[in-house]
């Protein structure tokens, strides 16, 4: 499938009036879609590999979630919520703590208005005022969230940060210690110890550690069970709040409602969006009574709380929970990873295929195991022409994150132009 001349004039409107600093990896300009299938503005369909980066759990174009939308806007669509009582946001805020178990919700916009938020709190919380994140972390893109992220040093250039210190994630494939797990003992987690608190940062000026449960951008990255442990063991030993990004991982993705259920590992503060609000714009922080007690006015927003991305949310969690969304996630999941494996038996090029429930990612390599960027590039661009959407992440890696509502014929077919992808690549 050829890029059209309709699609080349919207793509050179595009490049006059907006701005260059967003990422398109192809050029796709997306008409409607309709389940796990989107249709160009030509018509073509084109299965959907990427759940448009991991926000589309329930599928597109579902009917429960455009219902509650449309019957809140025929009410109302926005109330200012941080000035005003309604109760929509609270049946979402209700549904969110009922099941996750935090007690606490602050409402906003976004991924990256989720972490910002968490950060604050806990600044507010410990009065401290350094965080430790980890290497390839991606966390977002605004000044708070950015300091956390670093994945690619082209997301850093050029922008202060706040007093963040990076440390080794659990990226066994390659790992950053040259160790081999288990033998390792999760050394990777003890530089913190070892390293951070004696020569960089004092734990006692540390509100906390920030993680992806799953990281997701630098690569689909799954650690060991005892990594988030001593992760969790250093916060508690040290007095500090640990913060789970579930942005990209939650929501039923990994078969769990937040992924870092699948470590048996509780987080202080949980930042979660994408997912939750069925393609509206939702964000979620979440917390204890406890720990977010601030007063009136340390945080607030314009849209947080707002009415149709409440009503949609609450829409997009009940559809999950009736339609058994996490089962489906490991089932299918598993079916998937295990094609995938065979796959790598058959093509050298791919060096890993790792993930839990429907975040995998498969790792492209040359035959030294060094990132096959470019071929990654070419496979991701040869796969869309012949009718699948892709995602890169991380060096040289590709992610599955379909729909949790994709079908088993779906996937297959999917697979079928992967494979010729990765023959034509």
């Given at each position: ?77 926005h109330c200012g919520f941080s000035d ?142 005892e990594f988030h442990k001593e992760v ?194």
């Amino acid at each position: 499938m050829k890029t059209s001349q309709k699609s080349k004039e919207i793509i050179e409107r595009d490049k006059k009036v907006v701005s260059p600093s967003l990422t398109r990896p192809y050029e796709f300009v997306v008409d409607h879609a309709e389940g796990s299938t989107i249709f160009d503005i030509d018509g073509n369909a084109y299965v959907d590999f990427a759940a448009s980066v991991a926000v589309m759990n329930i599928g597109y174009n579902c009917k429960k979630v455009k219902e509650a939308v449309c019957t809140q806007m025929e009410k109302m669509v926005h109330c200012g919520f941080s000035d005003f009582y309604s109760e929509i946001p609270v049946k979402l805020s209700e549904k969110l703590s009922q099941m996750t178990g935090y007690e606490k919700v602050f409402l906003s916009n976004s991924g990256a208005e989720s972490v910002e938020a968490a950060q604050k709190l806990a600044f507010w919380y410990t009065k401290r005022c350094g965080m430790i994140a980890f290497y390839r972390a991606f966390h977002g893109r605004t000044l708070g969230a950015l300091s956390l992220t670093s994945s690619k040093i082209k997301h850093k250039e050029h922008f202060p940060s706040l007093r963040v210190v990076h440390s080794h994630y659990a990226y066994c494939y390659r790992c950053p210690l040259n160790l081999e797990y288990p033998q390792c003992g999760i050394s990777c987690a003890q530089e913190i110890e070892r390293t951070i608190f004696k020569r960089e940062l004092s734990p006692k000026d540390t509100a906390a550690i920030v993680v992806e449960p799953i990281q997701g951008e630098g690569g689909f990255i799954v650690p060991p069970p005892e990594f988030h442990k001593e992760v969790r063991r250093i916060c508690d030993e040290n007095d500090l709040l640990l913060i789970a990004d579930e942005v990209q991982s939650g929501g039923f993705r990994t078969g769990k409602f937040m992924a870092m259920e699948n470590f048996d590992v509780r987080a202080d503060v949980v930042c979660m969006s994408k997912s939750i609000g069925g393609g509206i714009p939702l964000g979620a922080t979440l917390s204890s009574s406890e720990i977010m007690s601030w007063p009136p006015g340390a945080h607030a927003n314009t849209f947080g709380g707002n009415l149709l991305a409440a009503a949609g949310g609450l829409a997009t969690l009940e559809f999950m929970e009736d339609k058994k969304l996490g089962e489906k996630a490991v089932e299918k999941g598993n079916y998937l990873m295990g094609r995938l494996n065979e796959l790598k038996e058959k093509y050298p090029i791919i060096g890993d295929v790792r993930g839990i429930g429907l975040m995998i990612g498969v790792e492209l390599v040359k035959a030294n195991k060094d990132p096959a960027v470019e071929e990654r590039e070419t496979i991701v661009k040869k796969a869309l022409e012949g009718g699948l959407i892709l995602l890169p992440a991380g060096d040289s890696v590709i992610r599955f994150v379909p729909p949790l509502i994709i079908k088993r014929n779906e996937i297959d077919r999917g697979l079928e132009i992967f494979e010729n992808a990765l023959k034509a690549g």
